[in-house]
């Protein structure tokens, strides 16, 4: 009896990709889409896109898998899609945007100056979420359309988040998964439900509780394709759109990440280290554990801002000459450069990169650092110092929230583009002292959204099940015990207390960057 089929669409920064998954995992059809323009910045800072770009993208490679596979189209018994997150759209009364949607990476900012209540102001800077707290605010995309596009708030009806949009174009139902809510909306995430409306956190993202959306557990059918959209995609009219997660909790349970003694890295634009969870705890104090996709777990997070972005930096910025090398010996750049790093020894010779280009909201003043230049260093110790950074901030996050939480991780899975370099899990899992596995594909995030169809409808009886069967591992890097305590030496003693010595040296450059002096 052949395998039933869920279509699977990825939406991503940079890409997109539509799949259709088995109930083994593995990929009978893949169509991907490198957006040529992935965002537009009218100012800059700002990155938005077109309401439309992504559903278009959508129905582009739909109708081409569609069409490939019209002899498989009765196996095809659900659609699923995983998207990136905290990316918003403003709808009228008619479900019709009112402007560009504003991506996860805008860097606009709302004035939080005299915004949220003097006396709720007081008890933040009490217990130290002051500088935490306008960060948040100022980052709220509904915060500053409220201040600087009133008459658009003024006709917004719902502000939702693209996947509910994409739900509303497929099925005419505007609901979304609880697990997709990941971003500056006023989010109850320890009870997964939207905040009440005197919660003492709701200042600062106040979006009112009538402009939020219906939401719904994961796995729960969010409507049927309709006939318009199946006109437009090619998908069979009729078949239901399960509810699933964000691409980033999707890829958490692709990887096999349900268990509390694992965790995910995410090697992608922004590098995340998750962990998998039943009892909630705050990752970082006031920074919350986000609603996971099996509906009885939660994803305490660690967040590298720019992590893997900063390999396409370095590439954009020092390796134009590497580029046209690369292209000679017909190898793609990161390949060509990894050939260059696989032999430098841990530590870069004694360069250290904090990788902060990008400030997070627990340390909105950080910047990013890199000391330790001698005469020896050529632009490839940088480059390794770079992906060496990133390892040493995500080891740092697994500290904290090992601490935080009394849970103990004994096994890494890599995702991402990243993951697809050996060099980079190989010196991941020296930098942590644990295994880094790999699965069959890095399409984790569409195994994991495919997953929870299946399980939806009942071929597998739970996310253990559906595991054992769709996920496979590849490959395992072992740590290098060498290596290992050279990163530990080098986190001991110098990484781990860069960021408290620089705080007062970043907190002035700050001024800087912003226009001031």
């Given at each position: ?6 279509l ?7 890409s997109a ?11 009978e059809d893949k169509?991907?889409q490198?957006y040529?323009v992935p965002?537009?910045s009218k100012?800059?800072?700002?990155a938005?896109?077109t309401?439309d770009f992504y559903?278009?993208i959508?129905?582009?490679m ?7 596979n019209?002899?498989k189209?009765?196996?095809i018994?659900?659609v699923?899609l995983?998207?990136?997150r ?12 009112l402007?560009?949607?504003?991506l996860w ?5 709302a004035d ?12 933040f ?12 605010y100022?980052?709220s995309t509904g915060?500053w ?6 008459e658009?708030?003024?006709k ?12 509303y174009?497929?099925t005419?139902?505007l609901k979304?998964?609880?697990a997709n809510?990941?971003?500056h909306?006023p989010?109850d995430?320890?009870n997964?439900?939207?905040m ?5 956190t709701?200042c600062v ?9 219906e ?12 006939k318009d959209?199946s006109e437009?995609?090619?998908i069979?009219?009729?078949?239901p759109?399960?509810a699933?997660?964000?691409?980033k909790?999707?890829?958490?349970i ?8 694992r965790?995910a ?15 909630y705890?705050?990752p ?5 554990a986000?609603?996971a996709v099996?509906n009885?777990m ?7 801002y ?6 396409s930096?370095f590439?954009e910025?020092?390796?134009a000459?590497?580029?046209?090398d690369a292209a000679?010996?017909?190898?793609c750049?990161e390949r060509?450069?990894?050939?260059k ?8 010779g004694?360069?250290?990169l904090?990788?902060f280009w990008t400030?997070?909201i627990?340390?909105?003043?950080a910047s990013?650092?890199i ?5 020896f ?5 940088l ?8 390892c ?6 697994l500290?904290?929230?090992q ?5 103990t991780?004994?096994e890494?899975?890599?995702?991402g583009?990243?993951?697809?370099s050996?060099?980079?899990c ?8 644990l ?9 984790a ?7 929870v169809?299946?399980?939806?409808q009942?071929v ?7 595991i054992e069967?769709m996920v ?6 072992i740590?290098?015990e060498e ?5 530990m030496?080098?986190y001991?003693k110098?990484y ?13 450059l700050h001024?800087f960057?912003?226009g001031g002096?």
């Open positions: 009896m052949e395998q039933s089929l869920v699977t669409f990825d939406v991503g920064t940079q990709r539509c799949l259709l998954v088995n109930e083994s995992g593995d990929f169509e991907q490198k040529k965002y537009l100012q800059p800072g700002w938005e896109q309401p559903f278009n959508i129905a582009e739909s109708k081409k898998v569609i069409e490939r019209a002899d189209l009765d196996r018994t659900a699923c995983t998207c990136i905290d990316t918003v759209l403003c709808l009228d009364k008619d479900k019709r945007p402007r560009d949607i504003i990476l805008d860097e606009r900012e939080e100056d005299g915004q949220i209540p003097a006396a709720k102001r007081a008890l800077s009490l217990v130290g979420m002051g500088e935490s707290v306008d960060m948040i100022r980052a915060n359309i409220m201040q600087n596009e009133p658009i708030w003024a917004t009806d719902k502000y939702v988040m693209l996947p509910s949009y994409l739900n174009l497929l005419g139902e979304d998964s609880v809510m990941i971003g909306v989010f995430y320890k997964r439900r939207w009440k409306p005197g919660a003492l709701r993202c106040n979006v009112p509780s009538e402009k939020l959306c939401l719904v557990p994961s796995g729960e059918v969010i409507g049927k394709i309709t959209a437009k995609t090619g069979p009219m009729g078949l759109l399960i699933t997660g964000s691409d909790g999707c890829e958490t692709g990887m096999s990440v349900v268990k509390s003694n965790a890295i995410s090697f992608g634009t922004t590098s995340t280290l998750q962990m998998a969870v039943k009892k705890f705050e970082q104090p006031y920074m919350p986000y609603p099996p009885d939660f994803n305490p997070e660690f967040e590298v720019r992590g893997f972005w900063m390999i930096w590439i910025q020092f390796a000459k590497d580029k046209v000679e010996e017909g190898v750049i060509y450069l990894d050939d790093i696989k032999d430098i020894e841990a530590g870069s004694g360069l250290i904090q990788p400030p997070g627990t340390n909105p003043n990013g650092a000391i330790g230049f001698s005469d260093h050529t632009r490839y110790h480059y390794r110092a770079i992906i060496e950074g990133i040493l901030e995500l080891y740092h996050g500290v904290k929230m601490k935080r939480s009394s849970v991780v004994d890494l899975y890599a995702g583009g990243g993951s697809s050996p060099v980079v190989q010196i991941a899992a020296d930098v942590f002292g295994p880094v596995h790999r699965i069959q594909t890095h399409e995030s569409a195994v994991g959204c495919a997953m169809a299946f399980i939806s009942g597998y009886g739970s996310y253990e099940d559906a069967h496979h591992k590849k490959d395992v890097f740590p290098n290596n290992h305590r050279t990163y030496k080098i001991g110098a781990s207390h860069l960021a408290s010595r620089l705080k007062p040296i970043e907190k002035y001024h960057q912003t002096h």
